[in-house]
């Protein structure tokens, strides 16, 4: 019991005094920047300029003038970013001295090189009426739908695209159909049949049989 109370008594007088040195080192590593952002070149104010400490979400902008005020810790990173200049990043240096230090931040210019811009006359009427007429205009889907349904377009995918499971399985019960009709007997020859003569006269006009090699 009386060990107890001494470890208690040893604590009551420790605490306090660690705890004033955590406080002192962290009092110690926050500073207090005042600063002023300007030009490289013409030295004047740059106003509204973003000033972030990098990688945590704080940070501030410029005044109309370019002065700007933030409380950050020693060592840390301070990005400056504005549109038309180049991004500029410092280290808050740790071995700075007391609380609050000034901080006169030059950026310079950003230039960027816009495509050369052709500036033509207007054209005349009868241009203008002759370039209207003879522009390509692209196919609607009306259009491709009536080109990929003509009959030419239609043979030409018939021959050239294999058939699918459906027609091969339509076909297979056709023959067998067919074959099964005249199970028992000859099949009748076309060769004397004049319907199918005028078929085949037709499918030869039409090129059927060519092969796709000669296409």
Known sequence: MRKKLLYTLLLAFLLPTVASAQFEKLKDSVIQ??????TADSLMGIPYVTVQVK??????YTNDQGVFSIVVLKGDML???????KPKLIEIPRSLDGNQHSLI?????DTVYLPATIIRPRP???QFERDFVNVPVDDDEYEIARKN?????????????PTDGRETG???LRNNASKYYYYGQAPPQNIFNPFAWNEFIKAWKRGDFKNKSDQ
Do not use: P
């Open 79 to 85: 990005e400056f970013s504005s549109i038309g200049f």
């Open 170 to 172: 339509n076909m297979m």
């Open 124 to 126: 005349t009427r009868e």
């Open 149 to 161: 349904t003509e009959a030419g377009k239609r043979r030409i995918l018939a021959r050239s695209l």
């Open 33 to 38: 920047i005042y600063g002023v952002v300007m």
């Open 55 to 60: 990688g945590r979400n704080q940070g501030t």
């Open 105 to 109: 931040q030059l950026m310079v210019k």
